[in-house]
């Protein structure tokens, strides 16, 4: 089955990997900003905008994956005049992401406010992270902070869920972002959250990036799910939920 | 046998693609800085050197593979102050890469020159590129600007020779790179060049990094060179001569 990885970080995977992505089914990927030192300067992160926006789209296509940009300041890529990264995200954005709370400090509520409310005023979906470290407390002040801006539950996903947090997020109305990855979730944590939860709340990625050695667990969850469940239901959590909170065709 | 890529951009690779370079024997690699859409500020070249010299050795050990960060201005990575990036060269760099000439313009020349100076003044190793278009002419004009920098000889590797250009830059006393890569050398005219002009001039790299598929090629010439050739000299262009152009141990 055809699926799509609704968050990782294309800038850190040579062609051969999105290639290899690609040839295992995941054909759509929504490649989000992150950049792995803490930016000195707000141009370095517009750049990377930009990079993301164009180079990376393409280099993508070369490999068979079609690249969806997400664009945002992340929480651990805040520098000191990060506001003047948002008139580019304002002009040029059509998801918001990798946005969200690592520690939850005053600075990062701010930056996180701000973007939701961009993302309010656009009418844009978002890619909200929470962190592997105090993870319940952090998620519950995300959704705190989501909850405030106002913008609709369907426009945002409450990315890297556990088992722990994931009743609270889609009680709510947002959506839950199944992160399948060493340190993460596994595979059989994943099928086991959808088979408590039902199919309607759900989207999968990896979050593969930089550093992780595996990129097909998309596809991995996909299978494992096809062996169990009707491939209708299945088919919403492989591609359908994520196009439709990406507003995609 | 192990081998040196002393040519690449790891930033375009993924962690896999890494490993796989170190289990086909390369072990050591120079990675350049590059940016692969044109920085609108100077701090976008910052913070990729601060990036190519803390995160990719680090991502580049877990794969098996020693990565030798070079920090310079690419001539297709000229920004407006690009002045301001000079200050972190000269307080970090321990190799100047990549710097060159592509249309050979004005500002080109210019930035070329002020980073060979700096090499100079500080003992540093450079590596030179010459662009694919206007190879011979923009050559000889890499040539006059690095004759007229004063730099040593032996600091200098003019990268991407060909067999047009390889004659001129081994005369006057650089060392010669041999780029094995679709679109630049294939396995066979770099053993070919080596032939003819013997191994004590040249080193050998990939260039590989964001868009290529193929990133062994290194390790692969060297193997055609051991089916012909003596291992002592096939040693000095798969490490030895790359290890005294970097003066590393």
Not at 162 to 187: C, D, N
Not at 209 to 229: H, S
Request: some cysteine; hydrophobic content about 40%; proline content about 3%.
């Amino acid at each position: 089955m055809e699926c799509f990885d609704t968050h990782m970080h294309s800038e850190g995977k040579g062609i051969t990997e999105l290639k290899a992505m690609a040839e295992a089914g995941i054909k759509l990927a929504v490649s989000c900003a992150y950049y792995p030192v803490t930016p000195s300067h707000s141009s370095t992160l517009v750049d990377m905008f930009r990079k993301l926006t164009t180079f990376e789209v393409e280099r993508g296509s070369k490999a068979g994956l079609r690249l969806i940009p997400a664009v945002g300041i992340h929480p651990r890529c805040i520098c000191e005049d990060w506001q003047n990264a948002l008139s580019w995200i304002e002009e040029n954005g059509k998801v918001v992401g990798e946005i969200g709370l690592e520690t939850a400090s005053e600075v990062e509520v701010e930056v996180l406010s701000v973007q939701l409310e961009l993302a309010k005023k656009l009418d844009l979906p978002c890619i909200v992270h929470t962190p592997k470290k105090n993870k319940l407390e952090v998620t519950e002040k995300v959704l705190e902070v989501v909850d405030r801006s106002g913008i609709g539950e369907e426009l945002v996903v409450i990315d890297h869920a556990t088992s722990g947090t994931v009743e609270k997020i889609i009680k709510r109305g947002f959506w839950a972002g199944l992160t399948v990855q060493p340190g993460k979730l596994s595979v059989e944590e994943a099928v086991s959250i959808l088979e408590n939860y039902g199919f309607e709340s759900f989207v999968l990625n990896s979050d593969t990036g930089f550093n992780d050695f595996e990129m097909l667990t998309v596809a991995e969850t996909v299978k494992a799910l096809e062996e169990r469940f009707d491939s209708g239901d299945v088919k919403k959590v492989a591609v359908e939920n994520g196009k439709k909170l990406f507003k995609l065709r």
